[in-house]
């Protein structure tokens, strides 16, 4: 399940994570939000191995990579139906001024699970892994 | 020389399976533990944030 990467965001961080996973020998289904056909360009750019796709497609991967602007996550992932995939949250609060001393994670997590639990409903299961960039991404 | 990439979560599984997809692409992969330990140390303006390393051992 986890030969297939998805990754919503095709921008500088998405590409770059695009190669990463082609370099590992997975599958990559990229997508944005303006749709696949937008992608034709770099998809083709990135080679073989590469697809472009919508943001559900993406999302249905077995690893899903979450690379848009921290801003634009909530809209990115809004209505998105996890069923058990690894996501890697590889996104920063580069103002970091709204987290009061929380990690990203825990931030965007709270009002999720207390909207979850209002609506009565049981949220899916979502297995999550950060991943730190290195250096790269200055 | 591989380059070392942080990777910290709260489900031992999703860790392995992003582990394992670093490794293949050729990075040393450092589990840092979950996110409110690891996590916090890779976020941005903290202590591991645009850090780079490199590994002589392969990481984890």
């Known amino acids: 399940m986890t030969d297939s990467v998805g990754i919503i965001g095709a921008g500088r961080l998405g590409q770059a994570m695009a190669r990463t996973a082609l370099r590992a020998g997975r599958r990559v289904v990229i997508a944005n939000s303006r749709g696949p056909e937008s992608l034709a360009s770099v998809v083709s750019a990135l080679g073989d191995g590469v697809s472009a796709g919508t943001v559900d497609e993406a999302a249905s991967a077995g690893i899903v990579v979450i690379a848009v602007p921290w801003d634009r996550v909530p809209e990115a992932v809004q209505g998105l139906n996890w069923n058990g995939q690894v996501v890697i949250d590889a996104t920063n609060d580069w103002a970091a001024d709204d987290l009061n001393g929380r990690t990203s994670e825990r931030a965007r997590r709270r009002p999720r699970r207390r909207r979850a639990r209002r609506e009565g409903r049981q949220h899916a299961r979502r297995r999550r892994a950060r991943l730190g960039s290195t250096g790269s991404r200055r | ?60």
């Open chain 2, 1 to 60: 020389m591989t380059r070392v990439i942080f990777v910290s979560g709260d489900d031992a599984d999703a860790k392995a399976d992003v582990v394992a997809l670093f490794q293949d692409a050729g990075f040393a992969a450092i589990d840092l533990g979950d996110l409110a330990t690891g996590g916090a140390m890779q976020q941005i303006h903290h202590p591991l944030a645009g850090v780079n390393l490199a590994s002589d051992s392969g990481g984890t």
